[in-house]
Nanobody, 124 residues
Framework: QVQLVESGGGLVQAGGSLRLSCAAS????????IGWFRQAPGKEREFVSA????????RYADSGKGRFTISRDTAKNTVYLQMNSLKPEDTAVYYC?????????????????WGQGTQVTFSS
């Protein structure tokens, strides 16, 4: 079993940046493909980004390309999502999850273990 804990969310203004962290216990995250998803109020959960086990492969939703960067720190057993040039539509709860089959899928049904989420809110 893998326990995931997200952190780093908060209030952000136009053009601001946040770095979200996904820390794991119970297993080594480097053994898994990890994905980030987000869910805004009244909307379905949507894919944001994923990183492969080797860190050589990454995938981004069109909404985050050029603005978001996913990475991992093996020593800290943590995966990060650096978000720059944030926009109001980025407001959501952000979740990380384990993709045990290493599909790099954009569909949440392929992901098993999930964290509790961290809130990102755009402040005007």
């Amino acid at each position: 079993q893998v326990q995931l804990v997200e952190s780093g969310g908060g209030l952000v203004q136009a053009g601001g940046s946040l770095r979200l962290s996904c820390a794991a216990s119970g297993r080594t995250l480097s053994s898994y493909t990890i994905g980030w998803f987000r869910q805004a109020p009244g909307k379905e959960r949507e894919f944001v980004s994923a990183i492969g086990r080797s860190s050589g492969s990454t995938r981004y939703a069109d909404s985050g390309k050029g603005r978001f960067t996913i990475s991992r720190d093996t020593a800290k057993n943590t995966v990060y999502l650096q978000m720059n040039s944030l926009k109001p539509e980025d407001t959501a709860v952000y979740y990380c999850a384990v993709d045990q089959l290493a599909t790099m899928s954009t569909q949440s049904r392929w992901y098993t273990y999930w964290g509790q989420g961290t809130q990102v809110t755009f402040s005007s």
